[in-house]
């Protein structure tokens, strides 16, 4: 069974840094692409960035470009997410989520991590 | 960015009707929609892949269909389980983009 569970969300600071993890099982992870999506309370989702199977190549929407950087260690079967200069509007839930092998995007999710960028 | 639109934001219909969703890109995206389904207070559970695929264990009371700029999401039958926010996304080009969503009730 395919299983997602990320961690390392919680309450920071605006221009802080915080990095999540997602420890994945039940499949052969180093064959997937990975991805990071998130919701902000109440609200729609939004796309955070994408890494493909072995790390040298990642993906990113402007509105995190050149703050957030996903990576990937294949041999712990996990997927991270720094996120560093932390603003409000980053205040959301973070799924980490699998590309499929044909690429169809998220075809698993994990339960999600609340991450809140408050003073 | 290809935008998505998805209408109507809300609907509310009753049990064991035929319900369409609509999913509108600003550009053509080929066959590259996904269609997902989000409960409260669960994770997005993806149902249709390339506009009309069903994904594996899927009711096949759900069907997609569209191509190009316009998608179509139908449940033929709704069922009380099918309350849920329902989104679609782009995977034609990066970024990949979700249309805002559509909140289904039952009647």
């Known amino acids: 069974e395919v299983q997602l569970v990320e961690s390392g969300g919680g309450l920071v600071q605006p221009g802080r840094s915080l990095k999540l993890s997602c420890a994945a099982s039940?499949?052969?992870?180093?064959?997937?692409?990975m991805a990071w999506v998130r919701q902000a309370p109440k609200k729609g989702l939004e796309w955070v960035a994408t890494?493909?199977?072995?790390?040298?190549?990642?993906y990113y929407p402007d509105s995190v470009k050149g703050r957030f950087t996903i990576s990937r260690d294949n041999a712990k079967s996990s997927l991270y997410l720094q996120m560093n200069s932390l603003k409000s509007e980053d205040t959301a839930t973070y799924y980490c989520?699998?590309?499929?092998?044909?690429?169809?995007?998220?075809?698993?999710w994990g339960q999600g991590v609340m991450v809140t960028v408050s003073s | 960015d290809i935008q998505m639109t998805q209408s109507p934001s809300f609907l509310s219909a009753s049990v064991g009707d035929r319900v369409t969703l609509s999913c509108k890109a600003s550009?053509?995206?080929?066959?590259?929609l996904a269609w997902y389904q989000q409960k409260l207070g669960e994770a997005p559970k993806l149902l249709i892949y390339?506009?009309?695929s069903l994904q594996t264990g899927i009711p096949s009371r759900f069907s997609g269909s569209g191509s190009g700029t316009d998608f179509t999401l139908t449940i033929s039958s709704l069922q009380p389980e099918d309350v849920a926010t329902y989104f679609c996304?782009?995977?034609?080009?990066?970024?990949?983009?979700f249309g805002s969503g559509t909140k289904l009730e039952i009647k």
């Open positions: 989520a699998r590309h499929d092998n044909s690429g169809v995007p998220f075809d698993y």
């Open positions: 039940g499949f052969t992870f180093s064959n997937y692409y």
């Open positions: 890494i493909s199977t072995s790390g040298s190549r990642t």
């Open positions: 550009q053509n995206i080929n066959k590259y």
């Open positions: 390339n506009a009309n």
């Open positions: 996304l782009q995977h034609n080009s990066w970024p990949l983009t």
